[in-house]
């Protein structure tokens, strides 16, 4: 099996035998074709079998994709030329935005002063946007019938204007979609006249995200036409690049809920962001074989530190998340991401003589030690190696030549010599600064939940993420501090861990109220047991286009519920695939219960105010290919030392041994000081720490006096 995870500075290859032994391979990322990076990675992963992908591609039976082109392509508004229509009165909706959006992505600072206040450019332009007269209420009635002359005005002048997309987002259509759907059919019979059948292709918010909050609905749309579309062309060029080289498996591509799902997908906007995913998707799978109950999930890579919780061996999705600045309306995994990576730029304020880390970042041109890469700005990198606990002749197993002196130049110019220190002691003063920052932000989020760092197990990953665990775990009282030795491509690892998966949801609205009789909630019951059932028609027509019969789908039937007058639902596993009697309501309601006090306080339960059915979820599955945790052989002894260098920690430079990290087997215990190098990351492990492999492949960071 293949996984690859195509990030903003490297591109890392997962490959897995029949047998569970896997490779890691890594590449710099190439952002103008994904498929370059995707095939050098897999070369440099073969090459450690001494194997071609010509030679391996053929036996591969599934491959899993995640990548940035489509989130770039957003970000750097490259999309299609798209056309809306929407209800009469909301077509300044996509300028004027929700206040919220307007400060996404703001620091706290930013948001302060109104001065720096600015909205964003729509994707959409206004003379683009055209409004249709009717209105559907938030029940679902007609209370304004639909103008079809309205709709046809603006679809000619959408066609005339040479639009490569139209999409249809109207209020409270997915409370009641007759009026979207009319919408659809004036805009097929418009193409129809102008010999355009098979050309500029229609979204219908309430066919692709039929949930309600209109402003995000419509975003999502959008972005599916603008952004997602688009992007098949890339993961088609990614499936034909391994075609050429002998490969017949099918490509599928990594999606927001944590499933996988085909290229050829309808919802193609919810693999916008996919390689973090992953991460928390191997986390999970991780957790279940080696029995950890809540764990801290932890990725840094070049540009970013993403965080994730993993509570009960549980992830949390949020329906209505915020990415590149937008508001959406689609599942996604819990991540919080923060600006701060391996190659965030390092700059002393000239007034307050203080260092600011990024959040701009040098991305896959790594820092001012690789000439090649133009950058002029110091980056954390460059730190690093300053310090001597990067080395400039092994990065990526020596594929990349750094250059230390340039490094230690811009580092003295940019850094040590604003702050009136040092070459080593304004490095390590900000690396430290950048790993209190980090140490920070993971302990606020399990804080912030009402949880103790206690009660977790951190897990580190990422091509940056054993280069930092040291600093961004001292002093704080985890269970365990784990890290994998293919901890740099294990989002990729994630990827191939994740199940082919569909995930579809839909607007209920359905109450449980107290003072309701029960045959009131079996009715309630019923329509939620429709809604599934429909639900379930949706995924076997997705698994359908790859050819899986419906009798291979196995399903997972859920709900969004919250208690009936509070704002925020939560997820929950629904204990039967129908609603048929009072006592599967009971059952449903005591399965709210419980996990709404394992995310809450129990005294926050609130059975008194009733309940509200928010959403009805179907997800459906068929057996894959996934890997196999590794198991080695105990072996005594101790490692070979490679080489022994000067590092600099905490009290300056100390002769410190280098090792291989390959060379590592279950029951050895390296001694701080001490750094495993490995072609795709580095470990250090400073003096007053100790670092042990278990039979899994997995170092367990500990303080010396444990």
């Known amino acids: 099996m293949l996984a690859i995870d195509a990030g903003g500075t490297m591109t890392d290859t997962f490959i897995v035998d029949d047998e569970g032994n896997f490779i890691v391979g890594k590449a710099q990322t190439t952002p103008q074709d994904e498929s370059v990076g995707l095939m050098m990675s897999a070369e440099d992963a073969m090459r450690q079998w001494d194997s071609t992908p010509e030679q391996a591609f053929p036996k591969i039976q599934s491959a899993v994709f995640s990548g940035t082109a489509m989130l770039n392509r957003l970000l750097t508004r490259k999309g299609r030329r798209v056309g809306v229509l929407v209800t009469a009165g909301q077509e300044d909706s996509l300028q004027m935005e929700r206040g919220i959006q307007t400060y996404l992505g703001f620091s706290y600072a930013d948001r302060l ?165 992953g991460g928390v998707v191997g986390a999970r799978w991780l957790a279940d074989r080696i029995d950890l109950n809540n764990v801290l999930c932890t990725d840094i890579g070049g540009t970013s530190f993403d965080i994730a919780l993993l509570t009960g061996k549980r992830y949390e999705v949020t329906t209505t998340p915020d990415m590149a600045k937008f508001l959406l309306n689609m599942p996604l995994v819990q991540i919080d991401s923060v600006g701060s990576g391996c190659g965030s730029f390092v700059r002393i304020d000239p007034n307050a003589r203080r260092p600011e880390i990024g959040p701009d970042s040098a991305g896959a041109m790594i820092g001012t030690a690789y000439p090649e890469g133009g950058v002029e700005t110091a980056s954390i990198t460059d730190l690093n190696l300053v310090l001597g606990r990067l080395n400039p002749e092994y990065f990526l197993g020596g594929q990349v030549q750094l250059d230390i002196e340039r490094a230690r130049h811009e580092v003295k ?38 949880y103790s760092p206690a009660d977790y197990t951190l897990l580190c990953y990422g091509g940056g993420g054993p280069l930092h665990v040291a600093g961004y775990t001292k002093g704080v009282p985890y269970q365990q501090v784990l890290v994998p030795e293919w901890a740099a491509g294990f989002s990729a690892f994630g990827c191939a861990c994740a199940d082919f998966e569909y995930r579809f949801d839909r607007q209920v609205d359905l109450p449980l109220l107290p003072s309701a009789p029960d045959e009131e909630k079996v009715q309630m019951g019923g329509l939620l047991t429709q809604a599934w059932r429909s639900l379930e028609d949706r995924v076997r027509d997705e698994f359908g286009k790859s050819g899986y019969a419906a009798e291979e789908v196995s399903f997972t039937h859920m709900v969004r519920m919250q208690y009936y007058g509070q704002l925020v639902d939560i997820e929950v596993d629904a204990p039967k695939p129908a609603i048929e009697s009072i006592e599967d309501i009971n059952e449903l309601i005591e399965t709210f219960e419980t996990t709404y006090t394992r995310m809450y306080a129990r005294a926050a339960s609130s059975p008194e105010l009733g309940y509200l059915v928010a959403q009805a979820i179907v997800k459906g599955s068929v057996p894959i290919e996934q890997p196999t945790l590794p198991t080695m052989p105990r072996e005594s002894g101790s490692p070979p030392v490679k080489e022994t260098r000067e590092v600099w920690w905490d009290e300056g430079y100390a002769q410190t041994d280098i090792y291989e990290m390959d060379d590592v087997r279950n029951g050895h215990t390296i001694e701080g000081p001490a750094v495993l190098e490995a072609e795709s990351t580095t470990f250090p492990i400073p003096p007053d720490r100790r670092a042990w492999l278990d039979e899994h492949g997995i170092f367990h960071l500990e303080n010396k006096e444990a």
């Open 113 to 277: 002063h109104i001065a720096t206040h600015f909205h964003n450019d729509p994707l959409v332009p206004r003379e683009r946007v055209h409004g249709v007269r009717g209105r559907v209420d938030l029940f679902g009635n007609e209370v304004l019938p639909l103008r079809d002359e309205d709709a046809r005005v603006g679809v000619n002048a959408l066609l005339d204007d040479g639009v490569e997309g139209i999409v249809i987002s109207l209020i409270f259509s997915y409370r009641n979609p007759a009026h979207e759907q009319r919408v659809r059919e004036i805009v097929e019979e418009e193409k129809a006249k102008r010999s355009l059948n098979g050309e500029v292709p229609v979204f219908v918010s309430s066919e692709l995200y039929p949930s309600r909050r209109d402003f995000p609905r419509l975003n999502t749309t959008v972005i599916e036409a603008y952004a997602a579309e688009p992007s098949r062309g890339t993961l088609r060029a990614v499936r034909d690049r391994t075609k050429e080289r002998g490969a017949a498996f099918e490509l599928r591509v990594m999606a927001s809920h944590g499933g996988t799902i085909s290229i050829d997908a309808d919802q193609l906007a919810t693999t916008l962001v996919s390689g973090p995913i």
């Open 413 to 450: 110019r940019q850094v040590a010599d604003p702050l009136g220190l040092g070459v080593e002691e304004a490095a390590a003063g900000v690396i430290e600064l950048f790993e209190t920052s980090l140490r920070n932000e993971a302990v606020g989020r399990i804080l912030g939940k009402g």
